[in-house]
T-cell receptor, first 114, second 115 residues
Framework: NAGVMQNPRHLVRRRGQEARLRCSPVKGHSHVYWYRQLPEEGLKFMVY????????ESGMPKERFSAEFPKEGPSILRIQQVVRGDSAAYFC????????????FGPGTRLTVL | AQSVTQLGSHVSVSEGALVLLRCNYSSSVPPYLFWYVQYPNQGLQLLLK??????LVKGINGFEAEFKKSETSFHLTKPSAHMSDAAEYFCAVGLSLDSSYKLIFGSGTRLLVRP
């Protein structure tokens, strides 16, 4: 962890509510990645963003999920109308350059859907 | 397509014993390979990475990994396990496609260290 911040660390939502997860990358990093970790599984890529641009959202579910990385402020992963299957740990990572640079991970947000 | 296989979801060793965590990858191009460690309820911390400069890569906390192209392997080793090494370890390969880049992770290996 080289300074990626995520909040909240824990989030509890009831089915049908919205979840908003925030990620502040390492200062100076302009590339942000979101990954999801289901219980007892590895991390799965969701989306790759640069400032104001979505570069690759091939890992995002087609519905209810969206992500942004505005010019100012943190990256946001938004899940609308959450369902129990959305319960997972969501990790954000950042890197200074896209290519093969190391991705530095945040502590994650653990989402529980009741 | 790139993929990563970690053999053994759980590995148990005695304190002071050799640690060997296995990782095999498939990649159509020279890969970028990583090992990350995850302690309970924490994020991932980079242990080491292979970027084709040297086949034997040394990382933090006494870990190292050897890239073997002929075996498509990148196994993680440590000569002597400490109790503090108990954690989950993930092998990952970097995938570049068009203008995108992402990490493809293995399913993880949980290391248990017995006193």
């Amino acid at each position: 962890n080289a300074g990626v911040m995520q909040n909240p660390r824990h989030l509890v939502r009831r089915r049908g509510q919205e979840a908003r997860l925030r990620c502040s990358p390492v200062k100076g990093h302009s590339h942000v990645y979101w990954y999801r970790q289901l219980p007892e599984e590895g991390l799965k890529f969701m989306v790759y963003l640069q400032k104001e641009n979505i570069i690759d959202e091939s890992g995002m579910p087609k519905e209810r999920f969206s992500a942004e990385f505005p010019k100012e402020g943190p990256s946001i992963l938004r899940i609308q109308q959450v369902v129990r299957g959305d319960s997972a740990a969501y990790f954000c990572a950042s890197s200074p350059l896209q290519s093969t640079d190391t991705q530095y991970f945040g502590p994650g947000t653990r989402l529980t859907v009741l | 397509a790139q993929s990563v296989t970690q053999l053994g979801s759980h590995v148990s060793v005695s304190e002071g014993a050799l640690v060997l965590l296995r990782c095999n990858y498939s990649s159509s191009v020279p890969p970028y390979l990583f090992w990350y460690v995850q302690y309970p309820n924490q994020g991932l911390q980079l242990l080491l990475k292979y970027t084709s400069a040297a086949t034997l890569v040394k990382g933090i906390n006494g870990f190292e990994a050897e890239f073997k192209k002929s075996e498509t392997s990148f196994h993680l080793t440590k000569p002597s396990a400490h109790m503090s090494d108990a954690a989950e370890y993930f092998c990952a390969v970097g995938l570049s496609l068009d203008s995108s880049y992402k990490l493809i992770f293995g399913s993880g290996t949980r290391l248990l260290v017995r006193p």
